[in-house]
């Protein structure tokens, strides 16, 4: 799909965005607005290359695609300065490589943190009050009657919920938990406004955390420091009947490891948005009555959607025309 054909900087997005704004912007700008409508969910290296071309002044790509020496290369070669994942996290893309070919590396923090964070919070209760395993038990029929055991599941109230990486989104996930009594954090909590809704320890140690807290959520971003941060030995200190919720990166957790305690404790219960090798679940995670799954959709709400679009779309204009980048993570 092209808007504005003869536009001066010929832009692409790997895919379809929500909203026009977005478009609107880059074509208001003098950019030829390129939009791949290819069916495949997750454009290989080739794919884009292709994209890319013999001239492309940038890129709003996505992260599922791998940004590395070789794309950064092929965009630097077809004159492009300009890259923006439309995602705040961006494991996906080696900012070293893109400074090394001249590429700006642009992301879309902050119209995703109350969107991702109301999932974090969905997640939990959804958990703690077993809301899918009663579902698929109605559909399936088998209610025949109030019964006292019926899935019988944990009050939040007064429990500790524990959260690890308490930047944006998992501040903002604390907040929400405020039908808790006590947050326990690994890491500085930011209040809003001043306000502490909520009473608020810091741990000294992760352990200290995983011991202690009912429900975990996990909100740091994915390194090489927090690759399998949650592993077997870390799930063994965790409360037997705790809850874990993942919306951050799925190789934060051990999934495989993940797997065997949900198998070994059936009371442990997670929810889990994203997964280590999307799009797909490691072997037994879709049998286990214990957890909760969702295919990464934290930030999927029409407003922050619509929002990052026009954040990333931002990130190459500025880059393109030399106003102000919004979010620069190789700057
Ligand atoms: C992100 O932005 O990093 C999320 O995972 C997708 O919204």
Same mark, same amino acid.
């Given at each position: 799909?092209?808007?504005?054909?003869?536009?001066?900087?010929?832009?692409?997005? =790997?895919?379809?965005?929500?909203? =026009?704004?977005?478009?609107?912007?880059?074509?208001?700008?003098?950019?030829?607005?390129?939009?791949?409508?290819?069916?495949?969910?997750?454009?290989?290296?080739?794919?884009?290359?292709?994209?890319?071309?013999?001239?492309?002044?940038? *890129?709003?790509?996505?992260?599922?695609?791998?940004?590395?020496?070789?794309?950064?290369?092929?965009?630097?070669?077809?004159?492009?300065?300009?890259?923006?994942?439309?995602?705040?996290?961006?494991?996906?893309?080696?900012?070293?490589?893109?400074?090394?070919?001249?590429?700006?590396?642009?992301? =879309?923090?902050? *119209?995703?943190?109350?969107?991702?964070?109301?999932?974090?919070?969905?997640?939990?209760?959804?958990?703690?009050?077993?809301?899918?395993?009663?579902?698929?038990? !109605?559909?399936?029929?088998?209610?025949?009657?109030?019964?006292?055991?019926?899935?019988?599941?944990?009050? @939040?109230?007064?429990? #500790?919920?524990?959260?690890?990486?308490?930047?944006?989104?998992?501040?903002?996930?604390?907040? !929400?938990?405020?039908?808790?009594?006590?947050?326990?954090?690994?890491?500085?909590?930011?209040?809003?406004?001043?306000?502490?809704?909520?009473?608020?320890?810091?741990?000294?140690?992760?352990?200290?955390?995983?011991?202690?807290?009912?429900?975990?959520?996990?909100?740091?971003?994915?390194?090489? =420091?927090?690759?399998?941060?949650?592993?077997?030995? &870390? @799930?063994?200190?965790?409360?037997?009947?705790?809850?874990?919720?993942?919306?951050?990166?799925?190789? /934060?957790?051990?999934?495989?490891?993940? /797997?065997?305690?949900?198998?070994?404790?059936?009371?442990? &219960?997670?929810?889990?948005? *994203?997964?280590?090798?999307?799009?797909?679940?490691?072997?037994?995670?879709?049998? !286990?009555?214990?957890?909760?799954?969702?295919?990464?959709?934290?930030?999927?709400?029409?407003? #922050?959607?619509?929002?990052?679009?026009?954040?990333?779309?931002?990130?190459?204009?500025?880059?393109?025309?030399?106003?102000?980048?919004?979010?620069?993570?190789?700057?």
């Amino acid at each position: 799909e092209v808007w504005n054909p003869n536009g001066k900087y010929r832009v692409i997005s =790997t895919k379809p965005m929500p909203g =026009t704004r977005w478009i609107n912007l880059l074509i208001d700008q003098d950019c030829r607005l390129e939009i791949c409508t290819q069916k495949k969910t997750i454009l290989s290296v080739e794919d884009i290359i292709a994209l890319i071309g013999e001239k492309c002044d940038g *890129v709003i790509g996505q992260l599922t695609e791998d940004w590395g020496e070789v794309l950064f290369s092929a965009l630097s070669r077809a004159g492009g300065k300009a890259f923006s994942n439309m995602a705040v996290g961006y494991n996906n893309v080696d900012v070293n490589a893109a400074t090394k070919y001249g590429v700006s590396v642009g992301n =879309t923090p902050g *119209v995703l943190t109350e969107t991702t964070a109301e999932l974090a919070a969905s997640l939990s209760v959804a958990a703690a009050r077993r809301i899918v395993e009663a579902d698929e038990f !109605m559909r399936a029929g088998l209610y025949d009657g109030w019964l006292p055991h019926l899935f019988v599941g944990n009050l @939040l109230k007064g429990q #500790t919920v524990g959260v690890i990486g308490a930047g944006r989104i998992g501040s903002a996930y604390a907040r !929400m938990m405020v039908i808790s009594l006590t947050l326990l954090t690994y890491g500085e909590f930011l209040k809003a406004n001043g306000e502490q809704p909520v009473t608020w320890k810091r741990a000294a140690t992760m352990e200290e955390v995983l011991r202690e807290a009912d429900l975990i959520s996990l909100h740091p971003i994915l390194d090489k =420091t927090t690759y399998h941060l949650i592993n077997k030995e &870390r @799930l063994s200190i965790m409360k037997k009947e705790a809850i874990l919720v993942n919306c951050s990166r799925g190789p /934060v957790v051990d999934e495989v490891a993940l /797997v065997e305690h949900l198998k070994e404790n059936p009371m442990f &219960r997670v929810g889990l948005d *994203v997964f280590e090798d999307e799009p797909y679940m490691k072997p037994g995670l879709a049998d !286990m009555k214990n957890a909760i799954v969702v295919p990464h959709i934290a930030s999927a709400s029409k407003w #922050t959607r619509e929002g990052m679009a026009t954040l990333a779309a931002l990130n190459v204009l500025g880059k393109i025309k030399g106003y102000p980048i919004w979010s620069n993570p190789n700057q």
